[in-house]
């Protein structure tokens, strides 16, 4: 049974860091990736990483302050989030398949986790 598992989420101030960890199991994929979705918005894609580790890739708005990278002996992807702003804010979610921006690409999806950005 393939599950996935986000952690780290959290309260941090802007201009703060947060670092969330997808522990993967089950089988293994050729990328993660990381989407989040704020209140009454849709979903979006954040970043994506080949499983190992090879490629990465980021949408604009993550590129220079998110770091996403894969741990292929712990099964587990991460993504370092560094000068967050409050705009940030939104349930973040991983999700396994392709190496992709499009969600109809990952197959596996986690529960998701909150981050919060504010003062």
């Known amino acids: 049974q393939v599950q996935l598992v986000e952690t780290g989420g959290g309260l941090v101030p802007p201009g703060g860091s947060l670092r969330l960890s997808c522990a993967t199991s089950?089988?293994?994929?050729?990328?993660v990736g990381w989407f989040r979705q704020a209140p009454g918005k849709e979903r979006e894609f954040v970043a994506t990483v080949t499983w190992n580790n090879s490629n990465q890739y980021y949408a604009t708005s993550a590129k220079g302050r998110f770091t996403i990278s894969s741990d292929v002996a712990e099964n587990t992807v991460h993504l370092q989030m560094n000068s967050l702003k409050s705009e940030d804010t939104a349930v973040y979610y991983c999700?396994?398949?392709?190496?992709?921006?499009?969600?109809?690409?990952?197959?596996?999806w986690g529960q998701g986790t909150q981050v919060t950005v504010s003062s």
């Open positions: 999700a396994a398949g392709l190496f992709s921006v499009a969600e109809k690409d990952y197959d596996y």
């Open positions: 089950g089988r293994s994929f050729s990328a």
